[in-house]
């Protein structure tokens, strides 16, 4: 099933949608300052691929962000993190969710790109470097623009999804690599974003909704909230309604093999969610409903 979103319905609303876009340069471009901006913005999620990662000021935000309890994914080539100067050992020993990857045939990962929150993209030539910062010619852009976003969002997720054979992470033990995950089909934009669009306020017609809601419902999404409250004996199941960091309240039945889990939640609890569309609002309920629920 094509997972993309119906680009061209929104490609006419770009100007509605307001995207911006801003292009930077190096050396003396700051660009670095405006990465770790954008990783303090942060509020949900992060997902980053680079072909190097040196920078130390960009690595202590990256952590900071990982306190916070921003879900970030990190995806580095192989080859360039197996150098003294990377920082790919010390950035998964301190538990970011890294994965690896070699080119074809003998090549490399040499993808330079990082997604905030599902609403900004920061790509270019500029790699996660001191070098890159002060003495190389690079250029790096940042763009809120959605079609944009959501082409970088589902080609992460099918980047993040493999593994070269017989790759191995850096790391000190077989133990630590990271296996594959699970084939699902995420929708690329953060259900929040997807409210928006679908809401009240959006510039977009009855019809146009329709058809981006018919392209969203039976994919997946995930986010981070706090639990208001959650019902055992529900008659599909047990059910957990989440409020996410938006103010969105999502209602979210598990999988049968997190059943068990709903005695063990406790309201006000912060959780990592990840569930199958399967309603929007409207006038029979007020909130995204979601199936086949799994919680962190």
């Given at each position: ?39 303090d ?8 691929a ?5 920078s ?6 990256l ?58 993209v ?24 959605t ?8 080609y ?15 790391g ?23 409210g ?10 009855k ?11 039976g ?23 989440i409020?996410?960091?938006s ?30 569309l399967?309603?929007?609002?409207g ?11 799994s919680?962190?």
């Amino acid at each position: 099933m094509n997972i993309l979103l119906p680009l061209i319905i929104l490609l006419f609303h770009l100007q509605a949608l307001a995207a911006t876009t801003e292009v930077f340069f190096s050396p003396a471009g700051d660009i670095k300052a405006h990465i770790i901006q954008a990783i303090d913005q942060t509020e949900t999620s992060l997902d980053i691929a680079l072909y190097e990662f040196t920078s130390g000021d960009i690595a202590e935000a990256l952590l900071k962000a990982k306190d916070r309890g921003i879900r970030i994914r990190l995806l580095l080539d192989y080859e360039s993190s197996q150098k003294g100067t990377s920082l790919a050992r010390f950035l998964q020993g301190e538990g970011l969710n890294v994965k690896y990857l070699t080119g074809r045939l003998g090549g490399n990962m040499h993808h330079s790109f990082a997604i905030f929150d599902s609403r900004k993209v920061f790509t270019g030539s500029y790699n996660w470097t001191e070098y890159a910062e002060k003495f190389n010619f690079e250029n790096a852009l940042f763009t809120d623009d959605t079609n944009l976003i959501v082409k970088y969002q589902n080609y992460f997720n099918e980047l993040f999804g493999e593994r070269e054979a017989g790759v191995k992470a850096p790391g000190p033990s077989p133990a630590e690599t990271v296996t594959k995950e699970a084939p699902r089909s995420f929708i690329g934009i953060s259900l929040s974003h997807l409210g928006k669009l679908l809401g009240g306020s959006s510039s977009l017609s009855k019809g146009e909704k329709d058809a981006l809601w018919s392209h969203c419902q039976g994919e997946y999404v995930r986010g981070e909230g706090e639990i208001i409250s959650t019902a055992p004996g529900e008659p599909y199941g047990p059910k957990v309604n989440i409020r996410d960091q938006s103010g969105m309240e999502i209602e979210l039945l598990l999988d049968k093999t997190e059943a068990e889990r709903i005695y063990e939640l406790k309201r006000g609890e912060k959780v990592n969610y990840t569930g199958r569309l399967v309603s929007r609002p409207g006038d029979a309920q007020a909130h995204f409903r979601l199936d086949n629920g799994s919680l962190k």
